[in-house]
């Protein structure tokens, strides 16, 4: 699904499911790091208009899933902690070479914005099946579908701004990569981890 090259294993959520509040805090700056990724898109490229008005509404909709993230952790009791680092990211924006033009750099940008997308929509989906929390599993496929809108709506401007061959070899080599990285993860109760 979502083209992603190696599923996670289902035994991630049962680590997740021992720690509620840390899959929560990680999570709520998933989407607080997704809204700062629309805007810095629209710092670094203005001049695309079509892209500048979708990423607007993006970082108000990635804003709106941090405060929904935030109630749950209120509901339950607790305050949000710190920033978790995600080393899934870390690890995932080492693939492609540094420098290059403009619009190599916004394809790149754009093509591991897709990726993170599709994995946490992935994430998602396996947390709304298999968590045994009936509000969270809810919240989850409510989630999963937005997800799913973003990872083809980056990908569709990944293949308008470069040129279409190379962005979906490119987008094929990451896949790959993005695999690999995978093999060593599903280990710990954060949203890539
Ligand atoms: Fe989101
Ligand atoms: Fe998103």
Redesign the pocket.
Known sequence: MLGLKLPTDPRWVNIVEKNIEEILTDHAYCEQK?ASTAISLIIGFPEKSELVKEMTALARE?MGHFNMVHDKIIKRGWVLGRERKDEYVVQLMKFFPKGGSRETHLVHKLLYAALI?AR?CERFRLLSEEIDDEELSEFYRNLMV??AN?YTMFLKFARKYGNKEEVDQKWNDLLEYEAQLMKGLGKKETMHG
């Open positions: 997704a990635e997308e946490s937005s997800e973003h």
